[in-house]
């Protein structure tokens, strides 16, 4: 398996369960953040995204929250099951940057 | 099927010994990237390339080369591989740069290098 797990914060919930997963960011410029959902020996994966001008996204059992004021994002997985087990980072990127800042990233693990 | 590929996925060297992770999309992308993830630190971008011809440095560039001689390549060049470049290698692809598209990540490329 990876070693990317090690080290991170994890989060720890039931099948069913509703999960929250926080990020905070560190550009108050960023105007543009994004999810991605990383599987063991897998590549990241986009979930959700959101840009500034927003506070709040939903996707498909997922809904992105962010809080420009205490530069704070969230992600919300509803009913969490097995196979959301990953790990979770949030990126964020400024207008007119051509690159992302990846958050360290945060473990779920969800039991049957 | 749309992908970015990437070869080796597993690779161990030895100190000093050039070494060429070479990475291939087939979406027509524009805007590809190479990143490194170690535990406890994330994924760090080492180069981006906007389009043919033209890279730049991410935040961890030293050490590494990169090329974009065709739009479907970005192969990442280790001149003079270090015990410190020992990482988890992602290359990604998108439409545009990532403040207006999703990027796809490759499977990932394991380097050791002794």
């Known amino acids: 398996g990876e070693s990317v797990g090690l080290h991170l914060p994890t989060l720890s919930v039931q099948e069913g369960d509703n999960s929250i997963i926080n990020c905070a960011y560190s550009n108050s410029a960023s105007d543009y953040f994004i999810w991605y959902k990383q599987e063991s020996g897998k590549g990241p994966q986009f979930i959700i995204d959101i840009r500034s001008n927003m506070d709040k996204r939903q996707g498909q059992r997922v809904t992105v929250l962010l809080n420009k004021t205490v530069k704070h994002l969230s992600l919300q997985i509803a009913a969490t099951q097995p196979g959301d087990s990953a790990v979770y980072f949030c990126?964020?990127?400024?207008?007119?940057?051509?690159?992302?800042?990846f958050g360290k990233g945060t473990m779920l693990l969800v039991s049957p | 099927e749309a992908q970015v590929t990437q070869n080796p996925r597993y690779l161990i060297t030895v100190t000093g010994k050039k070494l060429t992770v070479t990475c291939s999309q087939n979406m027509n992308h524009e805007y590809m990237s190479w990143y490194r993830q170690d535990p406890g630190l994330g994924l760090r971008q080492i180069y981006y390339?906007?389009?043919?011809?033209?890279?730049d440095k991410g935040d961890v560039p030293e050490g590494y080369k990169v090329s974009r001689k065709e739009k479907r390549n970005f192969p990442l060049i280790l001149e003079s591989p270090s015990p410190n470049q020992t990482s988890l290698y992602f290359c990604?692809?998108?439409?545009?740069?990532?403040?207006?598209?999703?990027?796809?990540f490759g499977p990932g490329t394991r380097l050791t290098v002794l």
């Open positions: 990126a964020e990127n400024t207008a007119g940057y051509s690159t992302l800042t």
């Open positions: 990604a692809s998108s439409v545009y740069p990532p403040n207006t598209d999703t990027q796809y």
């Open positions: 390339s906007m389009n043919v011809e033209v890279t």
